[in-house]
Every structure is written in structure tokens, then in C-alpha cells.
């Protein structure tokens, strides 16, 4: 953002606050002189054991609602550094409050702590070789979107933050999450428990910001940060469609309905509502079908097909036209057919929606310990977090940090979710210092911060 702007946004937020927000919460004089170089000494400092608890996090994955011993972990280290410290909530998360040496408000940060059902591929000393029970089927658990340096960089936060606990003018909360990639079937998880059991109350929290570990979407090598202003996540709804035909012999189709044919014209006709119906110009949709099931036997025609898929988008009236078109195309096509589709459409996360002037407040904080580069205006991107539901209570900032290895073309590096997946742990200094640096700037309100008020949402 150019000086200018930033100048005309500090001033305008400024009044805002003056008016609106208590006394304790109104601008101090700015951050002190040297504090930034004692973040970054005591960042330092822990480092070493930042990457043993990422490794010993990264050798004992748990999936969702089962993070038993990642919490118990957790919950131990936070009582160390003499932190009020909640255990059990949303199941197996963690809460844990840092009061500062004065009044002041109240900065949340929150990591994540569920593993996926994947198995690793990475030859590491510390690779994963657990396994588990999951959607009826043995499977591998890795932490291949890098929820274990997420755990340990909050950590590494939560240790630096404790020792300069007299210089703070407010309170940081520290929420470790489980199951941010979703609950196991028939249970409630994540982010909207964390916020049911009150993890944004006790103390209430007037700003969060959470970090993300991230092969592409714009990053450079190790240390690179970015984040943009509004929507930087998509929104992300469970598609479920089924097709009910006629089961009959394979041998004589034209005496049934075949649901398979009928399901893959819908797969296709759903494709088309992307690329010939919506205005793309306002804003990327996706479309995906990612299972698609039938049939017992190879000549029997069967009596239903099933497919599963996601939605992603960026708009709110977008999202409604979406599920207004998926319904229509599924049960149109299969109407002419002679089948019946039944569409379900889950509403998942929100859009991961940064307030725009707490975005503006902590770019300094960011750009200044960023060190494979930054971008303040990053391209969102069409993948999804439950980060959103806290963006709906408070004002909050959700940013990416670059875990390529020198020399890595992005292009090439396996993504979040690979088997291949792979965290450089030189960005973990990075990430400890982005997290202390937000919030010690944001606690001295230099520059000036959103007021305490529920996020409005794109």
C-alpha cells in the first residue's frame, strides 16, 4: 500500500478508536524502542527446540478429535511457562492465557493440531509410520499440510511472549485447535466448537491472527510471508449427489435406467457452470467431483450411483447461485433420463475474509521479519479454513509463510496434502517471530488496529 494510503487509513482508524473503544484499548505511544530486537533474540533462542517439537509433533500424528497426546504435549509445555491453561476443549483443544504486566487488549493466535489420512512418502528420520482406522479403512497419518510446525511455532510464540509477559499492555490468548480439517462423521469438531466452549471469551478477544505454512499461492523460498486484504480463502461447501435409476442386466440397458451414464453427464453438465455460466470476473468458483461410486458387479446395470465434490467460491451471491445450479443441472439431466437425483449441498466454511484495516495495521509487523520476501496483495486462493469462523466473531488476519527450500520452484514443490509434503524448517524462526512480532505490535497499537468489533464479512 503506498505511504499515503497507509497514512489516510491510520488516521481515519484513529478517530474510529478515540470514539469508539475503551481507554485501554486506545493507541499507546508505540511499540518500545529495542522490543523488536528481543522478539527476534528470544526467537533465536528457542529455535532448537521449536524443531524438536515439530519433529517429535511430525513422528506422532493424530487426525481430528483424537490430538490426545499432541494436546497433552501442548498443555504441558504451556503450564511451564505458567500460563492459565484450559484443556478439553472442543474435545481435545487447548486454551492457554498470557495477562500482560498492564491493561490493555486482547490478542488471540491460534494453531491447528489434526493430522490427515495420508500416508508419507518424505524419507525423514523422523517420518511417520502411524497408522489408523479411518472411514472403515487402514490408513497412514501424516501432518502433510503442516499443522505440527503450526503447534510448534505457537509454542515457540507462547515461550517468547511469557518472558517479555511485563511489557506487554494487554493479554494474548493461545488457542490449539484439533480437527481443522473436519471432525470424523457423526461428530462436532474445530473452529465452531473451540468457539462454542468459549475459547474467544475468557478473556474476550478484540483481534486474531493466525499463520499457515504454504508450498505455492505466490510464496517464494523459506521465510517468505503474504496475506492480502478481504477474501484470501474460499468458501467451501459439501457437494452429495445421488442418481436413482432402474437396476437391470448389463446386457440389456434399454429394460433399466443406468444411473452411471445419467452421473457422468451430471459431472459434466456441472462443469459447464463454470465455465459458460458464471461471471468469473467477479470472483473464482470451483466445481469438483472427487468420488464417485456404483454397482456390485460388472454386468449388472446398478440401481443408484453416488458422487461426493466440493464447491468453492468467493462471493456470498455467488455461493447461493452455485447451489441453486448444482441443484438444477443434477436434477434436470437425470429428469431426462428417467432417473432421479437427489442433491445435498452442506454448508461448509466461510470465505477466510482478513479485515482490511487490521490487515493494513500488522503489514509492518509482517514485512519486517519476512526473509525470503513479502507480498502485502497476494492472489487468494481456492483452498479452505475454519480460521474463517473466529473472522466471524472478531477481526482477524489469516497470512501465509513460504516453507520452499532454497532453490525450490514453487511450481514444482508438492502442495499441501501430498504424501511428499515437505516443511523446510528454516521458516519456523520466521513463523515464531511473525506471530510475537503481530501481536507485541498490535498490543501497543503501532500501527493503529480495528476496533474490537465482529468482523463484517465480504
Not at 475503551?22 to 524502542?33: F, L, V
Not at 517479555?164 to 480437527?179: C, D, E, H, R, T
Not at 477481526?395 to 499441501?416: H, K, R, W
Request: aromatic share 4%; hydrophobic share 40%; charged share 20%.
Amino acid at each position: 500500500m503506498p505511504v499515503s494510503l497507509r497514512f489516510h487509513a491510520a488516521v481515519l482508524w484513529l478517530a474510529t478508536l478515540v470514539c469508539a473503544v475503551p481507554a485501554h484499548a486506545q493507541p499507546q505511544n508505540g511499540t518500545p524502542p529495542g522490543i523488536h530486537q528481543e522478539v527476534d533474540r528470544r526467537a533465536a533462542e528457542v529455535n532448537a527446540q521449536v524443531i524438536a517439537w515439530r519433529r517429535d509433533l511430525h513422528e506422532h500424528p493424530e487426525l481430528g478429535n483424537r490430538e490426545v497426546r499432541t494436546s497433552g504435549m501442548v498443555a504441558t509445555e504451556l503450564k511451564r511457562l505458567g500460563l492459565e491453561v484450559r484443556t478439553g476443549v472442543a474435545k481435545t483443544g487447548v486454551v492457554a492465557v498470557l495477562r500482560g504486566g498492564r491493561p490493555g487488549p486482547v490478542m488471540a493466535l491460534r494453531a491447528d493440531m489434526d493430522a490427515l489420512p495420508v500416508t508419507e512418502q518424505v524419507d525423514l528420520p523422523f517420518k511417520s509410520t502411524v497408522t489408523t482406522e479411518y472411514d472403515g479403512k487402514r490408513v497412514g497419518v501424516m501432518h502433510a499440510c503442516g499443522h505440527d510446525a503450526h503447534t510448534a511455532m505457537l509454542l515457540g510464540a507462547a515461550t517468547v511472549l511469557s518472558a517479555m509477559k511485563a511489557q506487554l499492555p494487554g493479554s494474548v490468548v493461545f488457542l490449539f485447535q484439533p480437527a481443522e480439517e473436519g471432525p470424523p462423521a457423526g461428530e462436532k469438531g474445530g473452529a465452531e466448537l473451540m468457539i462454542a466452549e468459549g475459547a474467544l471469551d475468557a478473556p474476550k478477544v478484540d483481534a486474531i491472527f493466525g499463520l499457515h505454512v504454504f508450498t505455492g499461492h505466490g510464496l517464494g523460498t523459506t521465510g517468505s510471508l503474504v496475506v492480502r486484504p478481504g477474501g484470501i480463502m474460499a468458501a467451501s461447501d459439501r457437494l452429495a449427489i445421488t442418481i436413482k435409476g432402474r437396476q437391470t442386466h448389463g446386457a440389456q440397458p434399454w429394460s433399466g435406467v443406468d444411473p452411471v451414464v445419467v452421473a457422468a453427464q451430471v459431472i459434466m453438465g456441472l462443469q459447464t457452470i463454470v465455465s459458460r455460466q458464471m461471471d468469473l470476473t467477479t470472483g473464482p468458483v470451483v466445481v469438483t467431483i472427487g468420488t464417485v461410486e456404483a454397482g456390485s458387479r460388472y454386468n449388472i446395470v446398478p440401481e443408484e450411483a453416488r458422487m461426493t465434490g466440493t464447491l468453492r467460491t468467493f462471493e456470498p451471491q455467488m455461493r447461493r447461485e452455485i447451489h441453486r445450479r448444482v441443484e438444477q443441472t443434477a436434477t434436470r439431466i437425470a429428469e431426462s433420463a428417467g432417473a432421479v437425483a437427489e442433491v445435498r449441498i452442506s454448508d461448509g466454511t466461510p470465505v477466510t475474509w482478513n479485515d482490511p484495516a487490521l490487515t493494513s495495521a500488522i503489514i509492518p509487523s509482517l514485512e519486517r521479519v519476512a526473509t525470503g520476501g513479502f507480498d502485502p496483495n497476494v492472489a487468494p486462493t481456492t483452498t479452505a479454513e475454519d480460521f474463517s469462523r473466529y473472522q466471524e466473531k472478531v477481526p482477524g488476519v489469516f497470512a501465509f509463510l513460504g516453507i520452499n527450500p532454497a532453490g525450490t520452484d514453487p511450481a514444482s514443490a508438492a502442495p499441501n496434502h501430498s504424501p511428499r509434503f515437505f516443511v523446510d524448517e528454516g521458516a519456523l524462526v520466521t513463523g515464531v517471530r511473525a506471530l510475537a512480532s503481530v501481536t507485541v505490535d498490535y498490543l501497543h497499537r503501532t500501527p493503529p488496529a480495528a476496533p474490537p468489533a465482529a468482523a463484517s464479512g465480504p
